[in-house]
């Protein structure tokens, strides 16, 4: 086994998962009321290692919208089919240092990256092109599912509704990329939209999302099935970003202080991958100011702490 010592292991995340309980700061994301309704109190974590053991606790069951937690894997899934050179032609590798739906392009007028809504909508645009909506939506999903090894992976109707009704913003964003011909040739620009919006109304479960962290972990292989669902260099790739730009304008401390690849969204989740060792979910609405879940960055930081996961630490 990776971690030999799993009981022992899972006792030490329980007292995280209990000390991080406590932690009652931050705001629930209220910019759509289906966001606003969760409950302040809901916490859960899941663990998956790359051969399969698991670990949950707390609310894990219940399905949480990806949001933002879409964008690598959106990414990961447009690197399984065209190389990075070419996805590339499209957006950047740096950090913004700005606000993730801020309308603002790199010096060479592309998004920054692939991790914030600029990026992530041009990328939307570049998934499987020659498919029509439905079509992409529905090969999205299903690759989505494979990562999650067939575990539970729903799609919020009310959600991406109303995230579409209240998405000012995204539309100009829109506008604004197409003003620079962000987009490839032929886009439909409500289309990619839409199909952004959809994307961030995916539902997992901590416990389906911790098993697509954990394909992540494994290099594309799910560790459930034992299916090869993405390149192993798209993943290096995805890895890549999540490190240096997985979680909003706190990236740099994040790294710094985590040393490992995350993502977050505004729904609460952080997906949390420790390579060739495991897949972690966190859930908990709450966000800090940037936008990222106050009890998940607490765990992250916690765990770190207990065990030797930083990229950096001395082994
Ligand atoms: N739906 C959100 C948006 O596009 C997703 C962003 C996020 O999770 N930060 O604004």
Redesign the pocket.
């Known amino acids: 086994f990776i971690i030999p010592e799993f009981t022992t292991f899972c006792e030490n995340i329980e007292d995280l998962y209990w000390k991080v309980k406590s932690k009652t700061d931050g705001k629930v ?1 209220s ?2 009321p289906q966001l606003a309704r969760y409950s302040p109190d809901l916490w859960g974590v899941s663990v998956c290692t790359i051969d399969g053991q698991r670990y949950s606790i707390g609310d894990v069951d219940v399905p949480v919208c990806l ?3 879409s ?1 690598p894997l959106t990414y990961a899934l447009v690197l399984n089919e065209q190389t990075p050179e070419v996805v590339h032609q499209y957006v950047g590798h740096e950090p913004s240092g700005r606000q ?2 801020e309308i603002k392009l790199s010096a060479d007028n592309k998004p920054h990256n692939p991790l914030i ?1 600029s990026g ?1 909508i041009v990328l939307c645009s570049l998934l499987k092109q020659d498919f029509n909506l439905a079509d992409r939506f529905d090969y999205t999903s299903q690759m989505f599912k494979r990562l999650a090894g067939n575990e539970h992976l729903s799609f919020n109707n009310s959600v991406f509704l109303s ?1 579409r009704e209240t ?1 000012d ?2 539309f100009a964003l829109g506008y604004y990329l197409r003003e620079y011909k962000c987009f490839p040739k032929g886009t439909n620009l409500m289309e990619t939209l839409d199909f ?2 959809q994307l ?1 109304s995916v539902e997992v479960t901590a416990q389906s999302g911790s098993v697509i962290a954990a394909s992540l972990a494994n290099g594309g292989i799910c560790p459930i099935t034992g299916e090869r669902v993405l390149d192993a260099g798209a993943v290096r790739n995805t890895l890549s970003l999540m490190h240096s730009c997985g979680m ?1 304008d706190y990236s740099g401390q994040f790294a710094f202080d985590v040393g490992l690849p995350a993502k ?4 609460g989740s952080v997906m949390l991958v420790v390579p060739n060792v495991m897949g972690v979910y966190m859930w908990a609405p709450p966000l800090d100011q940037y ?1 990222n879940s106050c009890k998940g960055i607490e765990f992250c930081e916690e765990l770190v702490d207990k065990f030797n996961f930083h990229n950096y630490d001395n082994l």
């Open positions: 994301a910019y759509i949001q933002s937690v964008k993730f739906n809504n992530a995230e998405a913003r995204n952004y919006f961030c909003y977050s969204g505004v729904s936008g």
